[in-house]
């Protein structure tokens, strides 16, 4: 069954915590990207990364770090450097790294810090 | 920051009632996708345009990239239930955006039986 695990699906953290958000996929996708997705604010990138040990930063990367290290996984840090860092977090993956390839989601991590 | 605007932000209709959702970028864009999100869900993709003037159709939808390629709309006829959720474009091809997509901040439909 291929397709793009997230977990834990509810993450609760304390205020000044580094936190994990583990993204893991079995299509083989050659891309891989982040989003954080805020009430009325759609889908803002965090960052990409096109192929493994590579890495680029999207529009809102400041607070956030990324590893990758393993073609199927692509975990994203978020730091407490983030000033607001409550939000719906998104994985997604894509077979190419050119931006005429559709991209599959995760099933998101809501992460909540207290 | 986003370059690709989306119009409205909400819209609530009656069932049967038709339904469009406007996306536009102030500069022309190489290619658009759109992605549906259900309530609670994550963006799942609905469809790919490329061409200038391109127009395609999935059932009830009707997907269209304007001949400039700085526009795109969806359309809905005769809305129904299952219709509902959030739907996103995305562009490409802005200044600036590497190989990453532009996704608007999307249109939320809520239809009422």
């Known amino acids: 069954d291929g397709g793009i695990t997230q977990s834990p699906k509810y993450l609760f953290r304390k205020e000044g915590q580094n936190v994990t958000l583990s993204c893991e996929q079995n299509l083989n996708h050659d891309a891989m990207y982040w989003y954080r997705q805020d009430p009325g604010q759609g889908l803002r990138l965090i960052y990409y990364s096109q192929i493994v040990n590579d890495f680029q930063k999207g529009d809102i990367a400041e607070g956030y770090s990324v590893s990758r290290e393993k073609k199927e996984s692509f975990p994203l840090t978020v730091t407490s450097a983030q000033k607001n860092p409550t939000a719906f977090y998104l994985c997604?993956?894509?077979?190419?790294?050119?931006?005429?390839?559709?991209?599959?989601f995760g099933p998101g991590t809501r992460l909540t810090v207290l | 920051g986003q370059q690709v605007m989306q119009i409205p932000q909400y819209q609530h209709v009656q069932e049967g009632e038709d339904f469009t959702t406007y996306c536009n970028s102030s500069?022309?864009?190489?290619?658009i996708q759109w992605y549906k999100q259900r309530p609670g869900g994550h963006p799942v993709f609905l469809i790919q345009?490329?061409?200038?003037?391109e127009v395609k159709k999935q059932k009830r939808l009707t997907f269209q990239f304007g001949e400039a390629k700085k526009n795109s709309s969806l359309h809905i006829t005769a809305t129904q239930t299952t219709d509902v959720g959030t739907y996103f474009c995305a562009g490409s091809g802005i200044k600036g955006s590497g190989y990453a997509l532009n996704f608007g901040k999307g249109t939320s439909l809520l239809v009422t039986p």
């Open positions: 997604a993956s894509s077979i190419g790294t050119g931006v005429y390839n559709e991209q599959f």
């Open positions: 345009l490329v061409k200038s003037g």
């Open positions: 500069t022309t864009l190489s290619n």
